[in-house]
Nanobody
Framework: QVHLVESGGGSVQAGGSLRLSCTAS????????MGWFRQAPGKAREGVAT???????DYADSVKGRFTISRENSKDTLYLQMNSLKPEDTAMYYC????????????????????WGQGTQVIVSS
């Protein structure tokens, strides 16, 4: 059974930073692409960033230059460093694992996810 547990969310003022973590268990972390997604109240879930097994990354245009996704395979952990936060970044942030090992995560597609974490809340005040 795969488990993904996010942490690091919280409340910050605009311009501040947060670092989200996602710890995985139950399967071989290193062979799966991973991603961060978010959902704001009343809005659809959207892709934020993904990272493939070879370290290739992809970002939503809205976060490019501000967010950095990374992974530490030795710790089965995924990270999202969020800088220069804006009120529009307020959302529940979810960690996800690709449904198939060895596949690249294309187009930030949430439909490719096989497992989801429970989410961590990020609130950015102006």
């Amino acid at each position: 059974q795969v488990h993904l547990v996010e942490s690091g969310g919280g409340s910050v003022q605009a311009g501040g930073s947060l670092r989200l973590s996602c710890t995985a268990s139950g399967d071989t972390f290193s062979i799966f692409a991973m991603g961060w997604f978010r959902q704001a109240p009343g809005k659809a879930r959207e892709g934020v960033a993904t990272i493939d097994t070879d370290g290739r990354t992809d970002y939503a245009d809205s976060v490019k230059g501000r967010f950095t996704i990374s992974r530490e395979n030795s710790k089965d952990t995924l990270y999202l460093q969020m800088n220069s936060l804006k009120p529009e970044d307020t959302a529940m942030y979810y960690c996800a694992r690709h449904g198939s090992y060895g596949f690249r995560w294309k187009f930030l597609d949430s439909g490719a996810a096989g497992y989801w974490g429970q989410g961590t809340q990020v609130i950015v005040s102006s």
